[in-house]
């Protein structure tokens, strides 16, 4: 393998602890509740809104404040994420299965209770987050559904676009707030935020840190990190296409990360060419060029195969395969969050319409782990329904093994049955 191009930062240069800040702000809002949160809500967020909670009628005053034609794709999207989420549920079955006479075993699929929704606004408005969150815990029939953004830039409160994302979710309750104050609340509850079963949604470093410490005593989905992509391209890609793939995930944060992997040093000298061209043209170009100089990478590989066990090892967010067989190529593939199969395929339309969810694992956890998805809200909780013929059959089993542990109430609950 050849490094046509590496990334020039050392990621663990700069990894300044967030720990402690993060620990400070949970044990205030732990003790001092909507106080605590609002202080910080204005300290970090340069906002104070009148009240956490968003009233209804200002959800819906958002409508008019959004361009109908963004209100109309919010709902196509919402429609397709609503769709993909309906079909992935539908392959979840409950089960019922007697083993032996009188002795019934299964699990029953229990919607969590409530859910808090995190839907970050640092740099750009994200209504597509909205609906990612929120969407998948209704469809899983999560009773009580909260939604929080942090004030917008330049707005009074939370973005409208946002606001209007959650409502076409279906979220039930909103509240202007974000950062480890947010997770807090949630995890916590206040006088004004109930706490919540499970938090999901992206956040920053610390609202990340925040989900790790609120950790147990609340559900999360995953410690999300800065956007990935993988980009597996032969010589039959198109340079330009490729090159503005890895712009559009490197505009997301300045530590956001970009792999190009091709078997082609042609398609490696002319994908490089083609980034250093669109960024000149590029309005995000600030975030976007420092992320590519700091984060991008380009690897020449020998073969598809070490192709496919390099980025298997990377484990990215985000994978595109564009080679002149995308779906043998990505076939061979088995690490990733979400993959992309043909030139044809973007990320960016996994981050807004294809369908499929945009939360998603990083940091090499889709080794082991998956994106958020309906599945993400419901409790697969087993049980055992045995009759006096069932109980008579596993009676003495299960008295010999509680004897053999020294568990000798064990032991009698079971012959008590014999």
């Not at 690490?335 to 960016?348: K, Q």
Request: charged residues 20%; contains cysteine.
């Amino acid at each position: 393998m050849i490094v046509f191009k590496e990334a020039e930062k050392n990621p663990n240069e700069e990894k300044a602890s967030v720990e402690q800040v993060v620990r400070d702000i949970l044990s205030a809002v732990r003790a001092g509740g909507d106080a605590a949160v609002l202080d910080y809500t204005e300290r970090f967020d340069g906002y104070r809104p009148a009240a956490l909670r968003v009233p209804a009628d200002a959800v819906k005053a958002a409508y008019s404040k959004v361009e109908p034609e963004t209100v109309a794709n919010l709902k196509f999207a919402a429609d397709r994420i609503r769709g993909f989420a309906e079909r992935q549920l539908a392959c979840m079955k409950e089960l019922r299965w007697e083993i032996t006479p009188g002795v019934m075993l299964g699990h029953r699929l229990i919607p969590i209770a409530s859910c808090g929704c995190y839907v970050p606004a640092g740099r750009y408005p994200l209504p597509s987050s909205a609906l990612m969150s929120a969407i998948p815990a209704k469809v899983a029939g999560v009773k009580r559904v909260a939604a929080c953004s942090p004030a917008s830039r330049g707005q009074d409160g939370i973005h409208p676009a946002v606001l209007v994302a959650m409502d076409l979710a279906g979220v039930d309750e909103v509240y202007c707030m974000g950062g480890a104050q947010a997770i807090a609340a949630y995890a916590f509850g206040t006088d004004s935020v109930k706490g919540v079963d499970i938090i999901v949604g992206p956040g920053n470093k610390y609202v990340t840190e925040a989900k790790r410490q609120a950790g147990g005593s609340v559900g999360i989905d995953m410690l999300a990190g800065p956007s990935e992509v993988v980009i597996i391209a032969d010589e039959t890609a198109n340079p330009a296409w490729v090159a503005a793939d890895a712009l559009a995930r490197c505009e997301h944060d300045p530590n956001s990360w970009t792999v190009i992997v091709t078997t082609s040093r042609s398609l490696a000298e002319k994908a490089s060419a083609e980034i250093e061209s669109q960024l000149a043209t590029l309005p995000t170009a600030e975030i976007a060029g420092r992320s590519w100089r700091d984060n991008g990478r380009i690897l020449i590989v020998d073969s598809e195969d070490e192709a496919v066990s390099v980025t298997d090892d990377i484990a990215p967010e985000h994978l595109q395969v564009m080679t002149a067989d995308s779906a043998a190529t990505a076939a061979k593939l088995t690490n990733f969050g979400s993959l992309f199969i043909g030139h044809d395929a973007p990320v960016a339309f996994g981050d807004y319409v294809s369908g499929p969810n945009h939360i998603l694992p990083t940091q090499r956890c889709a080794r082991f782990s998956n994106g958020v998805f309906a599945g993400t809200f419901l409790k697969v909780s087993s049980f055992q329904e045995i009759t006096a013929e069932g109980a008579k059959y596993l009676s003495g089993p299960c008295a010999h093994l509680a004897g053999v542990e020294g568990l000798f109430g064990h032991q009698r609950s079971a012959q008590l049955r014999g």
